[in-house]
């Protein structure tokens, strides 16, 4: 009222403080995120890693996978190690840095997710956490890998697919996910399988809303983004001269790698088990989360949709895995992030639950995912655990002795099975102090990462013994072999001892053995070839004076 000595409104009603519980969940979330990825930063090579680092370096110096070095995966990983090292140089933290941030992109695309589907993007950043965690705990030697990159790859196709723009950007959007589908299945080609998902998804969607019409041209545009990379890589090996190498590789060799896994086995127990695994095997949290998820009561009227599309990813996933029959840990990468994401819906619907508790019901929740994480890790086939090789990898950050340096570090940690990073690197000193920069050198065994650390050439397009060691395939392989060594003859020959693995080769033969069964290598090491030393399980010939 006019004359009135009132204080304003603003000031007489006290100012209300409102604290969004969800915050600190998030906070907690992104500190985990952030902490998987600076474990993934200091992660060394493993024996594949070391493989797609020597072929993706020699892409960039113009060679071509399969004709000019020689691997069995799919090219897309060594293109993606490529990539990383022409942007970040050669060393094993370049794909690690893709790598963590291929993680950060996947948490953003799973909150992304979690608003369309759940109408909240916590949820998402909580099974981002998990997926991060996840990872993280495959360590090194199951991480960095084609399922790794793929991954992020079905993530991104997954937010493309649900997008809701702009309806003229609509074609855009469905060749877009489609291509993302295909570069996960030029990585690993299961991983493909997730555009039919997406493909129906779209036709269903688009016959609600626009009609027939449109639901045929989602499908067939989605089909011609899926089917582009395959077409331009085959474009680009045609060109190089690479197709037939490519060819006999995944034609005639890849089968009869896959198949040593087939023997006396079904495909329903196959999937059954890949299943299994990829639901209870890794993470008891991702378990509980997904049966909290399922089991309470819906947050949003589009979360069945959600959870429906996401399974029907995963089934592709798991269908891919059983086929492949191996069931290594990081056949899993592609897939756990997909459980995480559903396990965060129910973690979250537990965490909103324990809010109506008070302090109580928070200190509940969070004993609760403690246990959870600590009832199951992902893999456990390393000296130590998760959280010990955790706590020595972040004392190597911090410069804390005895790990100020990276080497210090990779022998406490870069170890596995036979493989030791520590014996690889004093392989490589005696590779660079034995020979010229520009000697080319042969490692008959299952090292190909010498080749990298040594900074040398291989003699033959075959960086590991393994297509000569199988019973399949073995003789053209064997003849190839022969033929590149008499063209460039290496200066050392290594010979591997210890590297036994029947569920690649088929045999319990290590390289060293396997010589009496290729005398034609034998006899060549033999005459015109020395003993000069032996480093752990590696034996370094040097060129004889006398071989012709």
Same mark, same amino acid.
């Given at each position: 009222?006019?004359?009135?000595s009132?204080?304003?409104?603003?000031?007489?009603?006290?100012?209300l403080?409102?604290?969004d519980?969800?915050?600190?969940?998030?906070a907690?979330?992104?500190?985990?995120?952030?902490?998987?990825?600076?474990?993934?930063?200091?992660?060394?090579?493993?024996?594949d890693?070391?493989?797609?680092?020597?072929?993706?370096?020699?892409?960039l110096h113009?060679?071509?996978?399969?004709?000019?070095?020689w691997?069995?995966?799919?090219?897309?990983?060594?293109?993606?190690?490529?990539?990383?090292?022409?942007v970040?140089?050669?060393?094993?933290?370049?794909?690690?840095l893709l790598?963590?941030?291929?993680?950060?992109?996947?948490?953003?695309?799973?909150?992304?997710?979690?608003?369309?589907f759940?109408?909240?993007s916590?949820?998402g950043?909580?099974?981002?956490?998990?997926?991060g965690?996840?990872?993280?705990?495959?360590?090194?030697w199951?991480t960095g890998?084609?399922?790794?990159?793929?991954?992020?790859?079905?993530?991104?196709a997954?937010?493309?697919?649900?997008?809701?723009?702009?309806?003229?950007?609509?074609?855009?959007?469905?060749?877009? @996910?489609?291509? +993302?589908?295909?570069?996960?299945? *030029?990585?690993k080609?299961?991983?493909? #399988?997730g555009a &039919? %998902?997406c =493909?129906?998804?779209?036709?269903?969607?688009e016959?609600l809303?626009?009609?027939?019409k449109?639901?045929?041209?989602?499908?067939v545009?989605v089909?011609?983004?899926?089917v582009l990379?395959?077409?331009?890589t085959?474009?680009?090996?045609?060109?190089?001269g690479?197709?037939?190498?490519?060819y006999?590789?995944?034609?005639d060799?890849t089968?009869g790698?896959?198949?040593?896994s087939?023997?006396?086995?079904?495909?329903?127990?196959m999937?059954?088990?890949a299943?299994?695994?990829?639901f209870f095997?890794?993470?008891?949290?991702?378990?509980a989360g @997904?049966?909290? +998820?399922?089991?309470?009561?819906? *947050?949003?009227?589009?979360e069945?949709? #959600?959870?429906? &599309? %996401?399974l =029907?990813?995963i089934a592709?996933h798991?269908?891919?895995?059983?086929?492949?029959?191996?069931f290594?840990p990081?056949?899993?990468?592609?897939t756990?992030?997909?459980?995480?994401?559903?396990?965060?819906?129910g973690l979250?619907?537990?965490?909103?639950r324990?809010?109506?508790?008070?302090?109580g019901?928070v200190l509940?929740?969070?004993?609760?995912?403690?246990?959870?994480i600590a009832?199951?890790?992902?893999?456990?086939?390393?000296?130590?655990?998760?959280?010990?090789?955790s706590?020595?990898?972040?004392r190597?950050?911090l410069?804390?002795p005895?790990?100020?340096?990276?080497?210090?570090?990779?022998?406490?940690?870069?170890a596995v099975?036979?493989?030791?990073?520590a014996a690889?690197?004093?392989v490589?000193a005696?590779?660079?102090?034995?020979t010229?920069?520009?000697a080319?050198?042969?490692?008959w065994?299952?090292e190909?990462?010498?080749y990298w650390?040594?900074?040398?050439?291989?003699?033959t397009?075959f960086?590991?013994d393994?297509p000569?060691r199988?019973?399949?395939?073995?003789?053209?392989a064997?003849?190839?072999l022969?033929?590149?060594?008499?063209a460039r003859?290496?200066?050392?020959?290594v010979?591997?001892?210890?590297d036994?693995?029947?569920?690649v080769?088929?045999?319990t033969?290590?390289?060293?053995?396997?010589?009496?069964?290729f005398?034609?290598?034998?006899h060549?090491?033999?005459?015109?070839?020395?003993?000069?030393?032996?480093?752990?399980?590696?034996d370094l010939?040097v060129r004889?004076?006398?071989a012709?």
């Amino acid at each position: 009222m006019p004359g009135s000595s009132l204080p304003p409104a603003a000031e007489i009603i006290p100012r209300l403080h409102v604290r969004d519980p969800d915050a600190w969940l998030r906070a907690a979330c992104f500190a985990v995120v952030a902490l998987a990825a600076l474990q993934i930063l200091v992660f060394p090579f493993g024996r594949d890693q070391g493989i797609y680092a020597v072929v993706g370096e020699g892409l960039l110096h113009g060679k071509v996978p399969y004709k000019d070095l020689w691997d069995f995966k799919p090219p897309g990983i060594f293109f993606v190690y490529a990539f990383a090292q022409a942007v970040f140089g050669k060393s094993m933290l370049a794909p690690r840095l893709l790598e963590a941030l291929g993680l950060v992109l996947l948490v953003a695309c799973s909150g992304r997710l979690a608003q369309t589907f759940f109408g909240n993007s916590t949820v998402g950043y909580v099974g981002g956490a998990l997926a991060g965690l996840i990872h993280a705990e495959l360590e090194f030697w199951h991480t960095g890998q084609p399922e790794t990159f793929g991954g992020v790859l079905t993530f991104v196709a997954l937010v493309l697919t649900t997008a809701e723009g702009r309806r003229p950007q609509r074609y855009l959007r469905w060749l877009l @996910v489609g291509f +993302a589908f295909g570069c996960a299945a *030029l990585l690993k080609p299961p991983l493909g #399988g997730g555009a &039919l %998902v997406c =493909g129906a998804y779209l036709v269903k969607r688009e016959q609600l809303q626009t009609g027939l019409k449109s639901a045929v041209a989602a499908l067939v545009i989605v089909g011609v983004g899926a089917v582009l990379p395959f077409v331009l890589t085959i474009a680009w090996f045609a060109a190089r001269g690479g197709l037939g190498a490519l060819y006999w590789t995944m034609h005639d060799f890849t089968p009869g790698y896959t198949a040593l896994s087939w023997t006396g086995r079904r495909a329903p127990e196959m999937f059954y088990y890949a299943l299994q695994e990829a639901f209870f095997k890794f993470s008891a949290v991702n378990t509980a989360g @997904v049966i909290a +998820a399922v089991a309470m009561t819906p *947050l949003h009227q589009r979360e069945r949709e #959600g959870i429906f &599309l %996401v399974l =029907g990813v995963i089934a592709m996933h798991v269908t891919g895995i059983a086929m492949q029959g191996k069931f290594f840990p990081y056949h899993y990468a592609a897939t756990l992030p997909l459980i995480a994401f559903m396990a965060g819906l129910g973690l979250y619907k537990l965490w909103r639950r324990c809010l109506v508790g008070g302090p109580g019901g928070v200190l509940a929740f969070v004993a609760f995912v403690v246990a959870c994480i600590a009832m199951r890790q992902a893999v456990g086939d390393l000296p130590q655990d998760f959280w010990d090789r955790s706590a020595i990898r972040m004392r190597y950050l911090l410069r804390i002795p005895p790990y100020e340096r990276r080497e210090a570090l990779d022998a406490e940690l870069g170890a596995v099975a036979d493989v030791s990073l520590a014996a690889d690197r004093a392989v490589a000193a005696e590779l660079r102090a034995r020979t010229r920069v520009d000697a080319p050198v042969f490692v008959w065994g299952f090292e190909p990462v010498i080749y990298w650390l040594a900074s040398r050439e291989p003699s033959t397009r075959f960086i590991y013994d393994v297509p000569q060691r199988t019973r399949w395939q073995r003789e053209r392989a064997r003849s190839d072999l022969m033929r590149d060594l008499a063209a460039r003859p290496p200066a050392v020959v290594v010979v591997q001892r210890n590297d036994v693995f029947p569920m690649v080769t088929g045999d319990t033969l290590d390289s060293r053995r396997s010589l009496a069964t290729f005398p034609e290598l034998e006899h060549l090491i033999d005459s015109n070839y020395e003993l000069a030393t032996s480093v752990e399980d590696f034996d370094l010939f040097v060129r004889a004076p006398h071989a012709e």
